[in-house]
C-alpha cells in the first residue's frame, strides 16, 4: 500500500508491505539505521522515535499508523552539521557506554524537553524509565538531560 | 501475513465501511502496542486489519451529564493528564499512569485495552468498579451498550461480533464523597505488566468514619478480571479503620485462594495481595 508521511522534516511516498512495523520501515526501507531494535516487544526502548511530538516503541507501531504523521528520528537531532545540545551533553557527561541504548535514550528526552523544556530530575527518571541501558550509565544519562534543562 | 489487508478508515462513516468487510479471523488496531507484537511473533495472523489510528473523532475526554465519556482511541497519557478523570475517577488516571512505559502509554489506548481483554489489563478491572458501560458500533452504525464483564468473556476474547468495533467508554462520575484507587504489582517496579492489580472504590462517610457503595475489581488472577462482590458486603457499612484494612487483606488472600486452586502462582499470590491490599487502603485515606 502506498503511504505518505515526513520523517526529520523531509516528505516520503512509499509502497510499504501494510503488516510492516514501523522499525523495519525505517532500517530497511529508508536506511535509517539509528534507530536500534532491541528487545522488539516495547521494553527497552532501543527503538524509541518521535511520532508527532510524541515518544514510541517503533517496534510496536504498524507502518500504515505513521500515513500523515511526522517523524523524527536520531538522525533528525543534528543539523546543519552541528550536534544537537541533547547529543553534545551526553558526550561531555560520557553518558555512551556501549551506545546502543542511546538513540533511544535521546529521542525519549528529545520528546520530553520538547513538552517541557525544564523538567524535574523526576520527570526526566519517568521519561527515560521505557529505555534500558546495560552498561550502568543511568546516573550519566540523567545528569546529561539535567544539564540540557537548566539550559536557558 | 503477506496476504493481509490493511484498510485505514479516516472518520467514522468510513469505520462502518471497513466493518463490512471484517471476518472471524480480522483485527481492529487501535493503538498497536498488542496487537504488532503478537503479529510480528507469529500469534496473531489476521486477514484483515482496520487500523483506527485515522479515526480522530474518536479521540477525546468529555463530561456530559455526570458521565465521562472517553473515546475508544484516547491514550493512557492523555487520560492520564486529563483534569476530568483525575476529579472523578481518579483510580482511572493511577492505572493510567502505571500501564508500560512513557513511549507505551503514548500509543496505547482504552479501547485496546479493552478489547485486548488482557488477564492482565490494567483497565479492565478499575472499569468494573467504576462500573463502566461500553459502547460499541456495528457495521450498519448500529450501537449498543454493555458491561465490561459481559463484553471480555475470557483471556483474549469479548463478546463482540466481527463487524463489531468499541467507540467509547462511559463512566459514572463518582461523587465527592467517594475515594478509589489502583495497585498493581509486577516483577518490576515501573513498566511492567501486572501479576496482580485491585481497583478499590468506596462511598466514605466522614461523620461516622464508615464505608459504602464498596466496588472491587480485582485482575491477574485467572483468565478475566471479576468484581469481588463477597468482599465488598462484608466491607459495606464498616468502620474505616486499620482494623479493616487487615479484613480487606485477609479477605482478598481467601478470595485468591478460591479462584486458583491449585495454581503455581497461587502461593506467591494469595500472599502478595496482602500487601497489595494495604497499598491500595493507604491510597484511600
Same mark, same amino acid.
Given at each position: 500500500?502506498?503511504?505518505?508521511?515526513?520523517?526529520?522534516?523531509?516528505?516520503?511516498?512509499?509502497?510499504?508491505?501494510?503488516?510492516?512495523? !514501523?522499525?523495519?520501515?525505517?532500517?530497511?526501507?529508508?536506511?535509517?539505521?539509528?534507530?536500534?531494535?532491541?528487545?522488539? $516487544?516495547? +521494553?527497552?526502548?532501543?527503538?524509541?522515535?518521535?511520532?508527532?511530538?510524541?515518544?514510541?516503541?517503533?517496534?510496536?507501531?504498524?507502518?500504515?499508523?505513521?500515513?500523515?504523521?511526522?517523524?523524527?528520528?536520531?538522525?533528525?537531532?543534528?543539523?546543519?552539521? +552541528?550536534?544537537?545540545?541533547?547529543?553534545?551533553?551526553?558526550? +561531555?557527561?560520557?553518558?555512551?557506554?556501549?551506545?546502543?541504548?542511546?538513540?533511544?535514550?535521546?529521542?525519549?528526552?528529545?520528546?520530553?524537553?520538547?513538552?517541557?523544556?525544564?523538567?524535574? $530530575?523526576? $520527570?526526566?527518571?519517568?521519561? !527515560?524509565?521505557?529505555? !534500558?541501558?546495560?552498561?550502568?550509565?543511568?546516573?550519566?544519562?540523567? $545528569?546529561?538531560?539535567?544539564?540540557?534543562?537548566?539550559?536557558? | 501475513? @503477506?496476504?493481509?489487508?490493511?484498510?485505514?478508515?479516516?472518520?467514522?462513516?468510513?469505520?462502518?465501511? #471497513?466493518?463490512?468487510?471484517?471476518?472471524?479471523?480480522?483485527?481492529?488496531?487501535?493503538?498497536?502496542?498488542?496487537?504488532?507484537?503478537?503479529?510480528?511473533?507469529?500469534? %496473531?495472523?489476521?486477514?484483515?486489519?482496520?487500523?483506527?489510528?485515522?479515526?480522530?473523532?474518536?479521540?477525546?475526554?468529555?463530561?456530559?451529564? /455526570?458521565?465521562?465519556?472517553?473515546?475508544?482511541?484516547?491514550?493512557?497519557?492523555?487520560?492520564?493528564?486529563?483534569?476530568?478523570?483525575?476529579?472523578? #475517577?481518579? %483510580?482511572?488516571?493511577?492505572?493510567?499512569?502505571?500501564?508500560?512505559?512513557?513511549?507505551?502509554?503514548?500509543?496505547?489506548?482504552?479501547?485496546?485495552?479493552? /478489547?485486548?481483554?488482557?488477564?492482565? @489489563?490494567?483497565?479492565?478491572?478499575?472499569?468494573?468498579?467504576?462500573?463502566?458501560?461500553?459502547? &460499541?458500533?456495528?457495521?450498519?452504525?448500529? &450501537?449498543?451498550?454493555?458491561?465490561?464483564?459481559?463484553?471480555?468473556?475470557?483471556? @483474549?476474547?469479548?463478546?463482540?461480533? %466481527?463487524?463489531? &468495533?468499541?467507540?467509547?467508554?462511559?463512566?459514572?462520575?463518582?461523587? *465527592? *464523597?467517594?475515594?478509589?484507587?489502583?495497585?498493581?504489582? /509486577?516483577?518490576?517496579?515501573?513498566?511492567?505488566?501486572?501479576?496482580?492489580?485491585?481497583?478499590?472504590?468506596?462511598? =466514605?462517610?466522614?461523620?461516622?468514619?464508615?464505608?459504602?457503595?464498596?466496588?472491587? @475489581?480485582?485482575?491477574?488472577?485467572? &483468565?478475566?478480571?471479576?468484581?469481588?462482590?463477597?468482599?465488598?458486603?462484608?466491607?459495606?457499612?464498616?468502620? #474505616?479503620?486499620?482494623?479493616?484494612?487487615?479484613?480487606?487483606?485477609?479477605?482478598?488472600?481467601?478470595?485468591?485462594?478460591?479462584?486458583?486452586?491449585?495454581?503455581?502462582?497461587?502461593? =506467591?499470590?494469595?500472599?502478595?495481595?496482602?500487601?497489595?491490599?494495604?497499598?491500595?487502603?493507604?491510597?484511600?485515606?
Amino acid at each position: 500500500m502506498q503511504i505518505e508521511f515526513k520523517v526529520n522534516g523531509k516528505s516520503c511516498s512509499l509502497d510499504i508491505c501494510p503488516t510492516m512495523r !514501523l522499525i523495519d520501515l525505517l532500517r530497511d526501507e529508508l536506511g535509517l539505521t539509528g534507530t536500534k531494535e532491541g528487545c522488539g $516487544e516495547g +521494553e527497552c526502548g532501543a527503538c524509541t522515535v518521535i511520532i508527532d511530538g510524541e515518544a514510541v516503541n517503533s517496534c510496536l507501531v504498524l507502518a500504515p499508523q505513521v500515513r500523515g504523521k511526522e517523524i523524527i528520528t536520531v538522525e533528525g537531532l543534528a543539523g546543519d552539521g +552541528e550536534l544537537d545540545s541533547l547529543q553534545q551533553k551526553f558526550i +561531555e557527561h560520557s553518558a555512551v557506554e556501549c551506545g546502543f541504548c542511546t538513540p533511544g535514550m535521546l529521542m525519549s528526552a528529545k520528546a520530553l524537553l520538547m513538552k517541557n523544556p525544564h523538567p524535574s $530530575e523526576e $520527570e526526566i527518571r519517568q521519561a !527515560l524509565a521505557g529505555n !534500558l541501558c546495560r552498561c550502568s550509565g543511568y546516573s550519566k544519562i540523567i $545528569e546529561a538531560v539535567k544539564d540540557v534543562a537548566s539550559l536557558s | 501475513m @503477506g496476504n493481509t489487508v490493511v484498510l485505514t478508515p479516516d472518520n467514522l462513516s468510513e469505520l462502518r465501511e #471497513a466493518l463490512k468487510q471484517a471476518a472471524p479471523n480480522s483485527k481492529i488496531l487501535a493503538g498497536g502496542t498488542d496487537l504488532v507484537l503478537a503479529m510480528h511473533e507469529n500469534r %496473531c495472523s489476521p486477514d484483515l486489519i482496520i487500523d483506527l489510528s485515522g479515526v480522530k473523532e474518536l479521540k477525546y475526554v468529555r463530561l456530559e451529564d /455526570g458521565h465521562l465519556h472517553i473515546g475508544a482511541v484516547t491514550t493512557f497519557t492523555q487520560i492520564k493528564e486529563n483534569e476530568f478523570v483525575r476529579k472523578h #475517577a481518579l %483510580c482511572l488516571t493511577e492505572a493510567a499512569a502505571l500501564i508500560g512505559s512513557n513511549q507505551i502509554r503514548n500509543a496505547g489506548t482504552i479501547g485496546g485495552n479493552i /478489547g485486548n481483554a488482557s488477564p492482565a @489489563g490494567d483497565t479492565i478491572p478499575v472499569l468494573m468498579a467504576l462500573e463502566a458501560r461500553i459502547r &460499541v458500533m456495528d457495521s450498519l452504525g448500529q &450501537v449498543e451498550e454493555k458491561d465490561v464483564d459481559e463484553l471480555i468473556v475470557g483471556s @483474549g476474547k469479548t463478546s463482540l461480533k %466481527c463487524d463489531q &468495533v468499541i467507540t467509547e467508554v462511559i463512566i459514572p462520575v463518582l461523587g *465527592d *464523597d467517594y475515594r478509589s484507587t489502583f495497585v498493581k504489582l /509486577g516483577s518490576r517496579r515501573a513498566v511492567t505488566i501486572s501479576k496482580l492489580n485491585i481497583a478499590l472504590v468506596v462511598k =466514605y462517610n466522614h461523620v461516622l468514619n464508615t464505608i459504602s457503595d464498596v466496588r472491587v @475489581g480485582l485482575g491477574a488472577i485467572g &483468565v478475566k478480571a471479576f468484581r469481588d462482590r463477597r468482599v465488598e458486603e462484608i466491607l459495606n457499612g464498616q468502620q #474505616a479503620d486499620d482494623h479493616l484494612a487487615q479484613v480487606l487483606a485477609e479477605e482478598l488472600s481467601m478470595t485468591v485462594q478460591k479462584a486458583i486452586p491449585g495454581r503455581y502462582s497461587l502461593p =506467591y499470590k494469595k500472599e502478595a495481595i496482602k500487601g497489595l491490599a494495604h497499598d491500595a487502603w493507604a491510597n484511600l485515606s
